[in-house]
Nanobody
Framework: QVGLVESGGGLVQPGESLRLSCEASGFTSNYYRIAWFRQGPGKGREGISSTEIDGNTYYRPSLRGRFAVTRDNAANTVYLQIPSLKPEDTALYLC??????????????????WGQGTQVTVSS
């Protein structure tokens, strides 16, 4: 049974950084894509990044340069590094997966597997 578990969120002050983790389980191989999304209060779900098995990552153009994704296949984990957090980064951060490749996607409907999310709150 496929499972995704996010961790690493919390309450931080503006300018601080966080590294979020998405640990996958139940996949029969590493041949799956992982995407990060976030949903702020009163907002829709926003795609952040999409990462292939080799770590190749596509970022939403408006967020490129602010986030960094790394993938550790040995640990079945994908990390999202967020430096210099801003209050507008406050959101529930979720990871999602789909088996195989077929091109990058930041559309939530393309991902059948989801974690429960980890909350990031940026406030002074």
């Amino acid at each position: 049974q496929v499972g995704l578990v996010e961790s690493g969120g919390g309450l931080v002050q503006p300018g601080e950084s966080l590294r979020l983790s998405c640990e996958a389980s139940g996949f029969t191989s590493n041949y799956y894509r992982i995407a990060w999304f976030r949903q702020g209060p009163g907002k829709g779900r926003e795609g952040i990044s999409s990462t292939e098995i080799d770590g190749n990552t596509y970022y939403r153009p408006s967020l490129r340069g602010r986030f960094a994704v790394t993938r550790d296949n040995a640990a079945n984990t994908v990390y999202l590094q967020i430096p210099s957090l801003k209050p507008e980064d406050t959101a529930l951060y979720l990871c999602a997966a789909r088996i195989g490749t077929g091109g990058h996607s930041l559309s939530s409907s393309d991902y059948p597997y989801w974690g429960q999310g980890t909350q990031v709150t940026v406030s002074s």
